[in-house]
């Protein structure tokens, strides 16, 4: 058997190092969950510019067709003023 002396001192020593597993394994799932939160949020703000990306991109498409279409209007007015005048 052990010296009962030897048995309270692991004890002692070990009282100590669980407390500190404990709070140190709440310490990281609470870390964790804030962790997760700001990146859920993150995500949500990279969503939100993604779509106003793709948004602009398609203005910036249908502004080129409306851009041609007044080039071509333009040169249509411009040949009836040479045969009319």
């Known amino acids: 058997m052990m ?3 030897i ?6 020593a070990s009282i100590p190092a669980i ?4 709070v140190n394994l709440i310490a990281n799932s ?8 700001r990146l ?3 995500e949500k703000k ?3 510019h993604n779509q106003l990306i793709e948004r602009v991109y398609h203005l910036e498409e249908g502004q080129k067709v409306q851009d041609e279409k007044i080039r071509v209007a333009n040169h249509r007015i ?4 040479k045969t009319t005048g």
């Open 19 to 22: 407390a500190s597993i404990v």
């Open 7 to 12: 048995t309270s001192a692991i004890i002692a």
């Open 30 to 37: 609470k870390t964790s969950a804030l962790m997760k939160y």
């Open 40 to 42: 859920d949020v993150l």
């Open 46 to 48: 990279q969503d939100k």
């Open 3 to 5: 010296d009962p002396v």
């Open 78 to 81: 411009d040949d009836l003023e």
